[in-house]
Nanobody, 123 residues
Framework: VQLQASGGGLVQAGGSLRLSCAAS????????TGWFRQVPGKEREFVAA????????HYADSVKGRFTITRDNAKNTVYLQMNSLKPEDTAVYYC?????????????????WGQGTQVTVSS
């Protein structure tokens, strides 16, 4: 599975962005998928995850109520809608996929990673 993240950019605090993670290769619709983010000098942290079916989703406490993860399996794409953005959301955002996650928040769970897209939120 090859993953391509896009949709990052510069936005003012309170604004919105929608990230996309487009997949090619194997049957992406059967892969559980997550979004992570990382700032320089810090470990990559969990943001959100979704089952291959879209039947369940999970969020980090810091983004709950502001971010929404969805997927369109017909388009082999997972989205992260980010609303009410804060300066502390500034990071490089990565999408990742695995055949099945038990611990959706652990980076070791995921077998495939995209290249990352920069999100910068100005105050």
């Amino acid at each position: 599975v090859q993953l391509q993240a896009s949709g990052g950019g510069l936005v003012q605090a309170g604004g919105s962005l929608r990230l996309s993670c487009a997949a090619s290769g194997r049957t992406f619709s059967r892969y559980d998928t997550g979004w992570f983010r990382q700032v320089p000098g810090k470990e990559r942290e969990f943001v959100a995850a979704i089952r291959w079916s879209g039947g369940s989703t999970h969020y980090a406490d810091s983004v709950k109520g502001r971010f929404t993860i969805t997927r369109d399996n017909a388009k082999n794409t997972v989205y992260l809608q980010m609303n009410s953005l804060k300066p502390e959301d500034t990071a490089v955002y990565y999408c990742a996929a695995t055949a099945y996650y038990s611990d959706y928040a652990a980076t070791e769970t995921y077998d495939y990673w995209g290249q990352g897209t920069q999100v910068t939120v100005s105050s």
